[in-house]
């Protein structure tokens, strides 16, 4: 019976340690995904449209986005193919637009967490992601930083 109790303790001891070690590292993945975006905002702020340009070409994230508010993706790291085109008919389970969401989010708390299916291309099968999203305005317009990661 001991020798049961003991089993039954350590196996509650390991699903506690693989629950906190799935915590942390989601808290690992919000945490870089929310400096590469308000890395990249800052230097839009500080550099506007020029930073653009700069953005594609760094190193500062695998998931890094910049739209404009009318769904023109200005850069996607992970997906440069999307650089130049609109995106706003990407849709979220509700139907909204995902871009329309992400405004909404920025214009309301001026950043903020928002979680939506994505898909690579419009043939792949989308997986649940978690953005950090930043608005920066410029001349007069929101932009849309933001880094993302699957949840999956």
């Known amino acids: 019976m001991l020798k049961k109790m003991l089993m039954l303790g350590s196996l509650a001891m390991l699903t506690v340690f693989v629950c906190l070690g799935a915590a942390q590292a989601a808290d690992e993945k919000e945490a870089k995904a929310q400096a590469i975006a308000e890395k990249a905002a800052a ?17 500062v994230g695998d998931n890094l986005f910049v739209c404009e508010e009318s769904g023109q993706e200005l850069v996607n790291t992970a997906s440069p193919d999307l ?3 609109n995106i706003s008919d990407r849709k979220m389970p509700s139907g909204a637009s995902v871009v329309s969401e ?33 608005g920066v305005t410029l001349d007069g317009k929101t932009l849309l930083v933001g880094s993302w990661f699957y949840l999956d």
Do not use: C, F, H
């Not at 230097?43 to 190193?59: H, W």
């Not at 708390?109 to 950090?132: C, E, F, L, M």
């Open 43 to 59: 230097l839009i702020e500080a550099k506007g449209m020029a930073a653009i340009d700069e953005l594609r070409k760094s190193d």
């Open 83 to 85: 650089q130049g085109k």
């Open 102 to 134: 992400q405004l909404a989010l920025v214009k309301a708390k001026g950043a903020g967490w928002i979680d939506a299916p994505w898909a690579v291309s419009n043939d792949a099968t989308p997986r649940q992601t978690r953005s950090y999203v930043k």
